[in-house]
Structures are given as C-alpha cells and as structure tokens.
C-alpha cells in the first residue's frame, strides 16, 4: 500500500521556521517526482514547491521563492521542505504528494500528482 505520512507542522510566529517531513511508505521515492502543496481555508490547493525525480528541476510558486526549499532524502525514503520567514498567508494545512512523471522537467499542478498524505496544519499567529 502506497502511503505518505507528512510531519513538522505547528503553530509558529511570524518570522519564524519550520521543517516539514514525508515519509514515503509501501514504494521508494527514487522515480517519483515530489511536492509540497497547501489549502487554506476557503481557497484553493495550491502548488508550493515541486522537484523531479533527479533532483535537477524545480518549481517553486512565487509567494515563497527564497524562504521555503524542498529536498529530498532518497536513502531515507522522505521529502522536506525547510520554511524560513514565515508569514500570516502561510498559514494552510500542507500536504505532500507524488507522480511517476515520463517526461523532462517538472509540474507543480495538484491534478497531476496521484499519491497524496494526508496533510498536516501550519498556523502561522502572532
């Protein structure tokens, strides 16, 4: 059975950081491309940071470029994404997921991705 387990969420200052982790379960991570995504309340999920297979594309949505960074740890079967200066509009449940992807580069469109945790919440408060 194919199962992601994401962790790290938390209640958090603005400014602040946070690690989330996903752990991949039943398969290896080795050929699947990854991501990050986020629901907040009453609005859509969106795409947050996506890396292919290789490790040599990324996508990363414009509203966290240069605080959050995605990475993984094949040998450890999980994904991460470090959140630096975090903000009250980060505030989202956070869910990572992944696709087998047959081709060159990288998406970061909820739709494509198949295999989905079952998130965890991030509340960024003052």
């Known amino acids: 059975q194919l199962q992601l387990v994401e962790s790290g969420g938390g209640l958090v200052q603005p400014g602040g950081s946070l690690r989330l982790s996903c752990t991949a379960s039943?398969?290896?991570?080795?050929?699947?491309?990854i991501g990050w995504f986020r629901q907040a309340p009453g609005k859509e999920r969106e795409g947050v940071s996506c890396m292919s297979s290789n490790s040599a594309y990324t996508s990363t949505t414009d509203s966290v470029k240069g605080r959050f960074t995605i990475s993984r740890d094949n040998a450890k079967n999980t994904v991460y994404l470090q959140m630096n200066s975090l903000k009250l509009e980060d505030t989202a449940i956070y869910y990572c997921?992944?696709?087998?992807?047959?081709?060159?580069?990288?998406?970061?469109?909820?739709?494509?991705?198949?295999?989905w945790g079952q998130g965890t919440q991030v509340t960024v408060s003052s």
């Open positions: 039943g398969f290896t991570l080795d050929y699947y491309a």
């Open positions: 997921a992944t696709v087998v992807r047959r081709r060159p580069g990288i998406s970061c469109l909820p739709y494509e991705y198949t295999t």
